[in-house]
């Protein structure tokens, strides 16, 4: 993003910041949700394989240090480059009511579909999965999330791939947010 863009969508940022915390007082507490006991069971090695069909994924490593607010895992390989390091691919799901507490279900569902608007050329709203989903790529880390908040079981579910052809395999990974929001 150019210094000029920044610039520019600071005041909006600034703004949407203080126009979610005077509505906060006003929404409604979200139930709060059952987070997976294993993160990783979400997506299997093979499925994530298709992000990098020459490397071997092994299993995922499970976070817990968020907890109660969240649970992660994540999975990475090689070869670790000057570029970007190592390649990988975190889940992490987040219970809305502790990530967001004091906001509304309808609220966190527009914040999540906000970002399509601010995130620049390669952000899109992704339908199909949960409330309100969308595709994000930040291109100074080279890193695509495909991300989705799921009302009725009151979770965000973020998948965040992490290497130098992320934002070309978009379709991969939205696929792959669909897999995991299927199995919460």
């Known amino acids: 993003m150019s210094p000029h863009r920044k610039i520019q969508m600071t005041p909006l940022m600034i703004g949407l910041a203080i126009g979610v915390l005077q509505l906060a007082g006003f929404a409604s507490h979200a139930a709060a949700a059952a987070l997976p006991k294993d993160p990783c069971a ?61 906001l509304s279900p309808d609220l966190i569902q527009q914040g999540v579909l906000a970002q399509a608007k601010v995130g620049g050329p390669n952000a899109y709203q992704v339908p199909g999965v949960g409330d309100a989903a969308v595709f994000t790529f930040e291109d100074r880390v080279s890193s695509a999330t495909a991300q989705a908040y799921l009302k009725a079981k009151g979770v965000h579910v973020s998948v965040k791939f992490h290497a130098g052809d992320s934002l070309s395999n978009r379709d991969k990974l939205i696929a792959l947010l669909k897999d995991a929001a299927a199995r919460l």
């Open 42 to 102: 979400l997506l299997k090695p093979s499925e994530i394989q298709t992000l990098a069909p020459n490397a071997k994924i092994g299993s995922g490593v499970l976070d817990t240090s968020m907890a109660p607010l969240g649970v992660g895992c994540t999975y990475t390989w090689g070869p670790r480059t000057p570029d970007w390091g190592e390649s990988a691919l975190t889940i992490t799901v987040i219970d809305a009511s502790q990530g967001w507490p004091g």
